[in-house]
């Protein structure tokens, strides 16, 4: 009897087939691996712009500073010059003689004199028939220095209207002049004064102002940057 070499197919003591490999299970893309979620109002925050406000502002205070200051010096320089220019714009003549001249009585016209040396002085002013003009000394000594002349006023004219009148003085080794008082120019000087003083001080507290509102403006712009 010879032995059957072909094993039953369905024998269990044949060799068995394999398994076959189930497909594994497919893996959840990572997501890392995947499209990367798309930047909105959780990604990257924008740049901090530039701090404001700008420095910009305290350069402008501290020049418009030094502009108010140089206004002020010329004006009080404008009305020096100008009260001087008033006081030295006389009409003068000879002693024994006469000049005619334009007075009103708002330029508080007056009667100057320059002398090497003490004199006796007299004066007369006549106008248009009718026209009153009075001559007073005055009560303080009103004197200015023009050019090499020292001239100091001797009468002060009491003119009661605008008008042509006729000066004349007489007084031995004197020049004479006809002009305006000195404190009647006093007003342009006292407006300069003002001005030099005033409007330094008003541009110099705004400037200070600019410079610490900026400066604490930005510092809390930059706090809150840092937030």
């Excluded at 076959?20 to 995947?34: H, I, M």
């Excluded at 740049?47 to 406000?53: D, K, L």
């Excluded at 004006?75 to 003068?92: H, V």
């Excluded at 007003?187 to 001005?195: D, Q, R």
């Amino acid at each position: 009897m010879t032995d059957n070499q072909n094993p039953f197919p369905d024998d269990a003591r044949g060799p068995s087939r394999p398994y076959a490999q189930a497909t594994p299970y497919a893996q959840e893309p990572s997501r890392t691996q995947g499209t990367p979620y798309p930047q909105g109002a959780y990604g990257t925050p924008p740049p901090p712009g530039p701090v404001r406000p700008r420095i910009l502002w305290i350069v402008l205070a501290w020049v418009l500073f030094l502009v108010l200051l140089v206004v002020g010096v010329a004006g009080f320089a404008g009305g020096l010059t100008s009260t001087i220019k008033d006081a030295a714009s006389i009409t003068t003549f000879e002693s024994g003689k006469s000049v005619s001249v334009e007075l009103d009585p708002k330029d508080k016209p007056a009667i100057y004199a320059s002398s090497d040396q003490r004199a006796d002085i007299s004066c007369e002013v006549a106008g248009a028939p009718g026209l009153d003009v009075k001559l007073t000394r005055p009560s303080t000594s009103q004197t200015f220095t023009y050019g090499d002349t020292t001239w100091e006023m001797v009468f002060q004219i009491g003119t009661p209207a605008a008008g042509t009148y006729q000066v004349s003085c007489e007084g031995e080794g004197v020049t004479f002049g006809v002009g305006k008082e000195i404190i009647g120019s006093v007003g342009k000087l006292v407006g300069g004064a003002i001005a030099m003083v005033a409007l330094p001080i008003l541009g110099f507290l705004v400037a200070v102002i600019v410079t610490i509102v900026v400066l604490v403006r930005r510092g809390g712009a930059r706090k809150r940057a840092m937030r």
